[in-house]
C-alpha cells in the first residue's frame, strides 16, 4: 500500500512514501504521516491511498501516523488541489496557508549520546566539555537546552566539533507545538455533600472555628459553587480576596479539593436562535428575491446602497440555513470588521456561532478548527483564512464587502481570492453563495447582469434615511490661511464644528498613515529614500522617526541633508498623524482618536475603539480604510474625505473602480439614523469624472463608463490577466530573466504581453523587480496553456545556473 501525502513546501508534485503494514487499517485521507524528505521531518497530509508502487524510485516508509482521524475532509482536499492548479502553485503552498501552525508540527533537531565513545573527556575544551557532560547524563539534549548549557545564541561550531569527535550524532524529531489549555478547579471534599455534614464542619470543626480566613473562604466557595457551579482556583482567590496559603489551609485539611482541567481557550455561550426584528418591505422582497433565484443559480449578487439594512438580509438567511442543518461561513475582508458583527450575531445566535481570524493564538485557532469539523460550530464569521476551514455541512457562504481588495491574498503564495474560492468551494458542497456590497466589484455586477449569478438591488436606506449630501470643496482655493494649508480646509473646519455643536459625531478618511508622506530639502530638493526600497520614507512624529511603508524599516529623524549639508527641511502633504494634530488645536475640547495600523495593534485595539465610538465616547474618528468598511455608528453625521486626489491619482486600470468604491463606502457612514448625513469631499481636480458619480451617488453611471473603457482597452472582465514578477538583489539579473522569459513564451502568447517593464516601486527589501503582464482571452484552453507554459519556464530557469537565482512569482487575477 502506498500513500500520495501533501507536505508544506514548494515541491512541483507531491511525493509517494510506502504505507507499513501496521498503519494499513488505520491510515485515511485527511490524517497527518510523519515523514522524511531529504534527512529532513516533515507531518504531510495524506491526499491518496493507492496499491501502484512508483516505477522511477523505491518509496520510504512512512514513520508515523499522527491522526486517528483525519483532520481534513476530501472536500478540503479538491479545494487546495484547485487552487494549486488556478493559482499557478503548489498544493503544499497551500496547506500551509490553510492549516494552523501547530498542526504543522515542527522539526526539531536532537542530539544524540554515543556511548561508543566512552568516558574519555580529557580531548575536550571547556564549552565541549558542558555539553559533553550533560549529555553522558541526559543521553538526549535538544538545541535550546544546549543554548541554555553554554549561554550563547552561537552553539553550532561546539556541536559540529562533538559530531567530528564522534561523541553525538543528530537527529531530528517531530515536535508537537499545540498544548491543551489547563484550569485548576477548586470542589467540596465528596463526604461534606449533605446539608447535615457541612453543617457539622462549619459549626462543630474547632480547628476550622481558629482560622477565620480559611472559613471565610469555605464560606466564599460555597456561595459561589451555589451560583455559578464549577468554580475555579484563580476565580475563587481573586472575589474572595483571599490568599494562596488560605486555600492550600482548606486543601491540607481535605476539605477542598484542587483539581486540573482541560477548558476551552474561547468561551462557549448557550445555543440558540432568536430574531427579534422583521424585514421592512424592501427588505422582504429582496429576501424573496434571493431565495427564488437561489434555487436556480448557485451565486447571487446582493448589490444595497449603504445602511440599506444588508446585514438584516443576512441574518434571516443563516436562520433559514440554521434550521435546516447545514454550516454557514460569513466572510468579511477586515479583522476590524468582526468585533461589531460578531456581537450583532451572538445576540441571535449565541453558541452556534464562532469567529477565526489571524489575532487569534495558533492554540485557539486549533480548537475553532476541531469545534467546525466535529460539528460543534455553525456559524463561522472570518476573513480570508477561514474559507480553509473543515466543514462538512456547508449550505450558505455570505461575502460581504466582496468588492474589496483585501480579499486577495497577495504573499506568500498561494495568491488567492476568497471571493472566487469561495464561489468553487461552495460548489463541492451544492452550496449558495451571497455576494454583498453597496459598490461590487465591476467584475461581479458584469457576472451579475449577464445572467451568470442572480442580481438583487435594494435601492433605498433602512428607515427610508436620504443618502448623504456630498459636497466638494476646492482645496486650490479652500486652505485655512491661518494653519499654512493644513489638511482641514476652512469649509470642513466649518462643517465639523456644526457637527459637534449638535452633539453629533464626525470621521475623518485619509488613506494614508503616518505624519508626512515626505519631506525634502528646502535647498537641493533631497528627500530621504529607504536603503532597502525604492520610495521615500514617511516621517512617524510619535517616536521622532522615519519609516518605510513597504519593508518596515525605521529610520533616525534626518535633520542635517547628505546632499548638502542644508538643515531647512519641509515635510510635505500628510497623513492620519498630522490630521490628528491639527484637529487637537482646531478643536481642543473635542475627544479625537485614529484608526491605522499604528494604533491597531492590539488584538482587541479594534474592539475597544468601535465600542469608545458607539458610546459617544469620542467625538472625531480620523482614520485609514478601517473606518471606510461596513462600520455602523448611529450618531454619525458628517464624514470627510480629506485628500480625494491622492485616491484617484495611482496609475492603475482599477483606479476608478477603488476611488469610487472607497468615497461611497466611506460616505455610507454618515447619516445612518435619524438625520440626513453629510460627506465633503476635499479635491483639486473637481473635474474627475469619479467626483460626479460619488456626489450622485450613480453606481449604474460609473459601471456604464467603466466597462465600456475596459472593453477598448482588453482588461477584466474581457480577459484574464496573469502578473509575472522577477526578483533579484542584482538589477540587470531581474531584467535579464523578465526578457528571457518573454522571449520563450512570445511565439504563443505574444499578442497577449504587456512589458516587461519596471513597477511602480521598482525595488523592495533589497529586491530589484520587474513586472510581465499577459492579457488572455476568456477560453479555457488558452487559460490552462498559458499556465502550464509557465509552470513549464520556472521548472527550466530552476535548471539554468544564470537564472535559477531569480525570484519568480505568479499573480492570476492580480489585483
Not at 242 to 262: C, M, P, Y
Not at 423 to 440: E, I, Q
Not at 537 to 559: A, D, E, F, I, M
Request: positive net charge.
Amino acid at each position: 500500500m502506498y500513500a500520495e501525502i501533501i507536505i508544506p513546501l514548494a515541491l512541483p508534485k507531491n511525493y509517494t512514501w510506502s504505507v507499513p503494514h501496521r498503519f494499513e487499517a488505520t491510515i485515511k485521507p485527511g490524517c497527518r504521516a510523519e515523514v522524511t524528505l531529504r534527512n529532513k521531518k516533515y507531518a504531510g497530509v495524506v491526499k491518496e491511498i493507492h496499491d501502484l508502487k512508483p516505477r522511477e524510485f523505491e518509496p520510504k516508509e512512512i514513520l508515523n501516523l499522527l491522526d486517528s482521524e483525519p483532520i481534513v475532509f476530501p472536500s478540503q482536499l479538491k479545494l487546495w488541489e484547485w487552487i494549486a492548479n488556478y493559482y499557478v502553485c503548489t498544493e503544499g503552498e497551500v496547506m500551509a496557508a490553510a492549516l494552523p501552525a501547530h498542526f504543522k508540527l515542527s522539526s526539531e533537531t536532537i542530539l544524540s549520546y554515543n556511548p561508543e565513545f566512552g568516558e574519555e573527556f580529557s580531548n575536550l575544551n571547556h564549552s565541549e566539555f558542558l555539553v559533553a557532560d550533560a549529555l553522558h547524563i541526559k543521553k538526549e539534549l535538544k538545541m535550546s537546552d544546549v543554548h541554555k548549557i553554554l549561554e550563547s545564541s552561537n552553539v553550532y561550531p561546539v556541536i559540529k566539533s562533538l559530531i567530528d569527535k564522534n561523541f553525538c550524532f543528530v537527529r531530528e524529531s517531530l515536535v508537537a507545538t499545540y498544548t491543551p489549555k489547563k484550569e485548576t478547579f477548586v470542589s467540596l471534599n465528596p463526604i461534606f455533600n449533605t446539608d447535615e455534614s457541612l453543617e457539622l464542619l462549619i459549626n462543630e470543626d474547632k480547628k476550622l472555628q481558629r482560622a477565620e480566613k480559611q472559613l471565610e473562604l469555605l464560606l466564599a466557595f460555597l456561595h459561589f459553587h451555589r451560583t455559578q457551579g464549577s468554580v475555579t482556583k484563580s476565580d475563587l482567590l481573586k472575589k474572595s480576596g483571599a490568599s494562596d496559603n488560605q486555600l492550600l489551609g482548606l486543601v491540607n485539611k481535605d476539605i477542598l479539593r484542587l483539581e486540573k482541567r482541560t477548558v476551552e481557550r474561547t468561551p462557549r455561550l448557550p445555543k440558540g436562535i432568536e430574531i427579534d426584528f422583521s424585514l421592512t418591505n424592501s427588505q422582504q422582497k429582496a429576501y424573496d428575491q434571493i431565495i427564488s433565484l437561489l434555487t436556480a443559480k448557485s451565486v447571487c449578487l446582493l448589490h444595497g446602497v449603504t445602511s440599506s439594512g444588508k446585514t438584516h438580509i443576512y441574518i434571516k438567511l443563516i436562520e433559514q440555513f440554521l434550521k435546516s442543518e447545514k454550516q454557514i461561513l460569513y466572510l468579511l475582508p477586515e479583522i476590524a470588521l468582526t468585533s461589531q458583527i460578531i456581537r450583532r450575531l451572538q445576540r441571535h445566535f449565541g453558541g452556534h456561532i464562532g469567529i477565526y481570524h489571524s489575532k487569534f493564538s495558533q492554540n485557539e485557532r486549533i480548537e475553532i478548527w476541531n469545534k467546525v469539523k466535529m460539528g460543534e460550530l455553525n456559524v463561522v464569521l472570518g476573513v480570508r483564512s477561514s474559507l480553509f476551514l473543515p466543514f462538512e455541512k456547508l449550505g450558505l457562504v455570505i461575502v460581504d464587502e466582496e468588492h474589496d481588495s483585501s480579499y486577495k491574498q497577495q504573499d506568500p503564495a498561494p495568491r488567492y481570492h476568497s471571493r472566487d474560492v469561495s464561489v468553487y468551494y461552495a460548489s463541492l458542497f451544492g452550496a449558495k453563495v451571497l455576494l454583498g456590497s453597496a459598490t461590487p466589484s465591476v467584475e461581479s455586477y458584469f457576472n451579475a447582469t449577464n445572467s451568470k449569478y442572480g442580481l438583487v438591488e435594494l435601492t433605498e436606506r433602512f428607515g427610508n434615511l436620504m443618502l448623504p449630501l456630498i459636497e466638494v470643496a476646492d482645496t486650490r482655493a479652500g486652505w485655512s490661511k491661518s494653519h499654512n494649508k493644513a489638511p482641514i480646509t476652512s469649509q470642513l473646519k466649518e462643517s465639523i464644528e456644526k457637527s459637534l455643536l449638535q452633539k453629533r459625531q464626525v470621521i475623518l478618511f485619509q488613506n494614508r498613515r503616518g505624519y508626512s508622506p515626505y519631506q525634502i530639502c528646502k535647498v537641493c530638493g533631497h528627500i530621504p529614500h529607504c536603503l532597502q526600497c525604492d520610495v521615500s520614507l514617511t516621517y512617524h512624529k510619535l517616536g521622532n522617526r522615519l519609516q518605510c511603508h513597504y519593508c518596515g524599516s525605521v529610520y533616525p529623524q534626518v535633520s542635517i541633508c547628505p546632499a548638502c549639508g542644508s538643515q531647512d527641511f519641509v515635510r510635505k502633504n500628510f497623513g492620519t498623524e498630522r490630521i490628528e494634530e491639527d484637529l487637537v488645536d482646531l478643536f481642543p475640547n473635542a475627544k479625537i482618536s485614529r484608526m491605522d495600523v499604528d494604533t491597531m495593534r492590539g488584538r482587541n485595539s479594534h474592539d475597544i475603539l468601535i465600542r469608545q465610538f458607539e458610546q459617544k465616547k469620542i467625538d472625531i474618528l480620523v482614520g485609514t480604510q478601517m473606518v471606510v468598511k461596513g462600520l455602523d455608528f448611529d450618531n454619525v453625521e458628517l464624514v470627510g474625505i480629506v485628500d480625494a486626489d491622492a485616491i484617484l491619482g495611482f496609475s492603475d486600470f482599477r483606479v476608478n473602480e477603488r476611488g469610487f468604491q472607497l468615497m461611497e463606502q466611506v460616505s455610507g457612514r454618515a447619516g445612518r439614523k435619524d438625520i440626513r448625513g453629510k460627506v465633503l469631499i476635499q479635491a483639486g481636480n473637481l473635474s474627475h469624472p469619479v467626483l460626479g458619480y460619488v456626489r450622485d451617488h450613480d453606481y449604474a453611471l460609473f459601471f456604464k463608463k467603466e466597462i465600456e473603457e475596459r472593453n477598448a482597452f482588453f482588461y477584466p472582465p474581457f480577459s484574464r490577466i496573469i502578473l509575472l514578477k522577477f526578483r533579484h538583489k542584482v538589477q540587470s539579473r531581474a531584467e535579464n530573466a523578465a526578457l528571457v522569459f518573454h522571449n520563450n513564451i512570445k511565439d504563443q502568447f505574444g499578442q497577449y504581453l504587456s512589458g516587461p517593464a519596471e513597477p511602480v516601486v521598482n525595488k523592495v527589501r533589497n529586491l530589484y523587480v520587474m513586472e510581465l503582464l499577459i492579457k488572455l482571452p476568456k477560453d479555457t484552453r488558452i487559460i490552462s496553456l498559458a499556465k502550464q507554459v509557465i509552470r513549464q519556464q520556472i521548472i527550466i530557469f530552476r535548471g539554468d545556473i544564470k537564472l535559477r537565482s531569480v525570484s519568480i512569482t505568479v499573480d492570476v487575477d492580480a489585483v
